[in-house]
């Protein structure tokens, strides 16, 4: 739903990919991670899903510590 997640999402917002992961890089705003990094992962793998292990709060920022798991369709 996309208009949840924009709701959600403070405009702001900075998603840092992992680089070497594919899409990996800094993503702006909640359009951009929407539309560039949350949207390709149903097209682009099967059995996609993230595990948060740690939260950390740090003044006004948040960051999450977790691992991906799936197959990208494009390799296997």
């Excluded at 949207?39 to 292990?53: E, I, L, P």
Aim: charged letters at 15%; hydrophobic letters at 40%.
């Amino acid at each position: 739903d996309r208009q949840a997640m924009l709701a959600l999402m403070d405009p702001d917002i900075v998603w840092v990919q992992y680089h070497g992961f594919p899409g990996g890089a800094p993503h702006r705003g909640a359009t951009q991670i929407i539309d560039n990094v949350l949207s390709q992962f149903g097209r682009d793998w099967t059995g996609f899903g993230a595990r948060v292990s740690e939260w950390h709060a740090a003044g006004d920022t948040v960051y999450a510590i977790g691992a991906y798991h799936g197959t990208f369709n494009a390799t296997g």
